[in-house]
């Protein structure tokens, strides 16, 4: 209420009318409310804003973290051009994003519309699947480690239904690495996804589901005609979810695999980290970073647009 | 109201003027030439974080404390958060001062950056002079400076178990040939003749192969050059070592790329492999009954032409050059330096390193007495792969190694590839 009184007026006034009042307020913004924009945004611009910027410029040198950079202009990202490990790391980052988010995708939205209705016992079917988000991806990388292990609890099942020539090691193997990393990364997404559809779920007016059924819909036209236009505006947090997600996995990756073996799991942020904090060549590894928030940045925001351009 | 507006005036003048003074402190910090706050406890940043070698440095901590010249704040972090940090924490403005490290070139690439205190006074005081030449060597910069505390060393070696290796009715080889008799007898009684380890986040441990073989091969001064760049990882000299390693690939364990080297250990404490390629540290984890019955053999000779060498890394302290506490310091490392230290250490720890005072008593145990003999006999002594080129250059041989032992037919490429990653390092 303090913060609504004019300060500069001394004298009693008469009070002026209501709509006249709260355009005068909404002209002179009091000096609390700026003070409680302008902080926060000092802050985020000190400790967000600041170090991005500077990314972008490390992007442009040669730095091994320890002498003063060296600027060498566009070479990162011409060296990029050439390097293997780079093309195989965006390779396996598409695949990636299309595993990974694709399947949280759908199979959160099967989840969700599985335990959507209200029935005795569904809360614990919701919590469990909703657990692995709970934990930390680190520890639930350890223990998935120990699962893949060459006698690990998966080998053993193998062997027990006598599958014994399936049996390896699925975390050095050059084939089997990158799936074998999704499977936990899936594991604990597929929860969070769900989450969000089912609130989206939640917010479908039943009565179009009823106006459906009376003009005959069956549950698969109800399904593509309400259901999924409905869920629109969920899709576009869900797919900025797993788009950024997908770019910034690195604890599953780097905790059961470190990105090998010989770079046959790495993903570019795995190749961001090592190449930056493992071989002390921090300004290719700004440049990889700079190409990440490039690739997030378009992808989501291109989603967005067009997602726009349909609402109008 | 009335008594509300001002308080809230007040508050969030207070709160203007803390972030004030943090942002204020922050730039002061980060633009200051840098010198951690003086007086009060030395910081000693550890990467020892095994129980054993944990307790050990709170012994040690513990005794520097009671001698009443000064205090030292213990802080252990994860070895892996260390070496990744170990940059960060020497050139911030507020660093710790001594940290535990390695010597030879990975302590001289940061000395070459001014970023280490010269230790001269600590290696001109009584309790180092006994040291040997080729530690002071080791411990010296490219400048001249002394910049390293040595304590401690281990020795690296094929180690098995005695009574298994009795069990099996084998012994220990002395040649090639032999070693490779050996790891047929073993294969034909069903036990995976050599373990590795070079799985999880232990791909290293697989640098041990190409270091020995390189230097039984090439020797150890080919084996420095080629680490520093001189010579070039798709030369026909390292393709030898490979050739040699093809020969004994067939008995290496083939979930040798998929356990880290404490599983591969545990292996073979259990018997399910004969023997591994490893260094003294993986009896930390070891029962402590199974530690009388480890027994080790030297890497056999392949070329008997090739001057005798032998990986025995040193391990000790250097201090930040931007500490604010130098005095502080440099009385902590001439206690470090001490034979009353060491063995505090070495009592405290599973006991199997060395120490580097002549005058300090190791364990005593018939395995560290041939351990000490092992290393004296050699004309020549390497660190480690990491130690003798740097941190930079290992994921380039943990990524080479690896894919050689699972596709041996590609070295050609393998080797390639190595070079090709080695010069982005090497160029840096």
Known sequence: ?312 | MINQQPSRRRFLAGLGAAGTAALLSGCVTSGSSGKSSSGGAVTLQSNLSAPQAKAAMEDLVAAYGKKGTGEVSLNTVAAETFRTQLPTYLTSANPPDVYTWYPGSVADAYARKDLLLDLGEVWSSPELRGYSKALSGLCTATSGKKVFVPTTYYWWGMFYRKSNFAKWGVSEPKTWDDFLDLCDKLKSKGVTPIGLGAGGNTAWVASAWFDYLNIRINGARYHRELLAGTHRFDDPEVRRVFDRWQEVLPYFDPDGTAVAFQDASTSMLNGRSAMMLIGTFFADAAPKDALDDIDFFRFPVIDPKVPLAEEAPTDGYFAGARTGRRDEVIDLMRFLGTAEAQEIYIKGSSGTVLPCHPDAKDAGTPLVVKGRKHIEEAAEITQFFNRDSSDALQPTADNALTRFIAEPKSIGSVLTTWQRDAEKIWNV
Do not use: C
């Open chain 1, 1 to 312: 209420m303090a913060v609504l009184t004019p300060t500069k007026s001394t004298s009693p006034a008469p009070a002026p009318p209501r709509g006249k009042r709260g355009r005068g307020a909404a002209r002179r913004t009091p000096p609390l409310v700026l003070a409680f924009v302008l902080i926060p945004l000092l802050a985020e611009a000190l400790w967000v804003f600041w170090p991005a910027l500077q990314g972008f410029y490390l992007a442009l040198t040669d730095w091994d973290g320890v002498s003063a950079p060296t600027f060498v202009g566009l070479d990162n990202f011409r060296e990029m051009a050439g390097d293997d490990t780079f093309r195989s790391a965006t390779w396996h980052t598409v695949l990636w994003l299309v595993l990974f988010g694709g399947l949280s995708a759908v199979l959160g939205l099967a989840t969700a519309l599985l335990l959507q209705q209200e029935r005795r016992g569904i809360g614990f079917y919701r919590a469990a699947l909703f657990l692995p988000v709970v934990f930390s991806l680190v520890a639930t990388a350890l223990v998935w480690q120990a699962i893949y292990q060459p006698d690990g609890v998966l080998n053993q099942v193998l062997s027990s239904v006598g599958l014994d020539s399936l049996r390896h090691a699925w975390l050095a193997d050059q084939d089997t690495a990158l799936y074998a990393v999704i499977v936990p990364a899936l594991w604990r997404q597929i929860g969070y996804v769900m989450v969000l559809y089912l609130a989206g779920l939640k917010g479908i007016d039943p009565a179009l589901y009823e106006a459906a059924k009376v003009d005959g819909a069956g549950p698969w036209q109800r399904f593509r005609h309400v259901t999924l236009p409905q869920l629109r505006s969920v899709n576009a947090v869900v797919l900025s979810v797993i788009v950024i997600d997908s770019l910034r996995s690195f604890d599953v990756v780097w905790s059961l695999t470190r990105g090998g073996p010989y770079h046959s799991s790495e993903l570019l942020s795995t190749y961001m980290y090592s190449t930056a904090f493992q071989s002390l060549r921090l300004g290719y590894g700004s440049a990889l970073a700079v190409v990440i928030f490039v690739l997030a940045f378009g992808v989501i925001a291109s989603y967005l647009v067009r997602a726009f351009r349909e609402a109008d």
